[in-house]
């Protein structure tokens, strides 16, 4: 499994976001500078990252972003999630639905895959925020 840069791109942002004191409102902007994310990039994911419920955001002068929660309760797959959707290493993901792939009228995995993604899941989990920043 690799992470796409949009995800690695989120943890990084998460990670340098984290790293700030807690009260602390961050701008895209600011974050994108620190990171070296491209600005426009980071924009989108601090969007994407708030629509997830990991930031809040405030308009106005005084504004800005904030984590929902402290870092010791965002885990690395609540991140990936909140970028690339449920964890799943195929296509199927332990789906009983039908999919696109040639297999799949045949595959005897598919039943068995959910308990993989879910494994995967797990460790990720296991991965606080507050880890990766510090």
Not at 20 to 47: F, N
Not at 69 to 78: K, N
């Amino acid at each position: 499994m690799r992470l796409t840069h949009l995800a690695d791109y989120a943890v990084v942002i998460l990670t340098a976001a984290a790293r700030r004191p807690a009260s602390e409102r961050l701008s895209a902007a600011v974050l994108a500078e620190e990171t070296g994310v491209p600005l426009p990039t980071a924009q989108k994911l601090m969007g994407m990252l708030a629509g997830a419920g990991l930031l809040t955001s405030t308009r106005g002068a005084q504004g800005g972003y904030l984590l929902t929660r402290p870092a010791t309760s965002i885990s690395l797959a609540d991140i990936v999630e909140a970028v690339e959707g449920p964890i799943a290493l195929t296509q199927c993901g332990g789906s009983t639905e039908a999919s696109d792939c040639a297999l799949d009228a045949h595959c005897r995995i598919k039943p068995h895959m959910g308990v993989v993604g879910n494994a995967v899941r797990g460790a990720l989990g296991a991965v606080s925020l507050q880890e990766l920043a510090s």
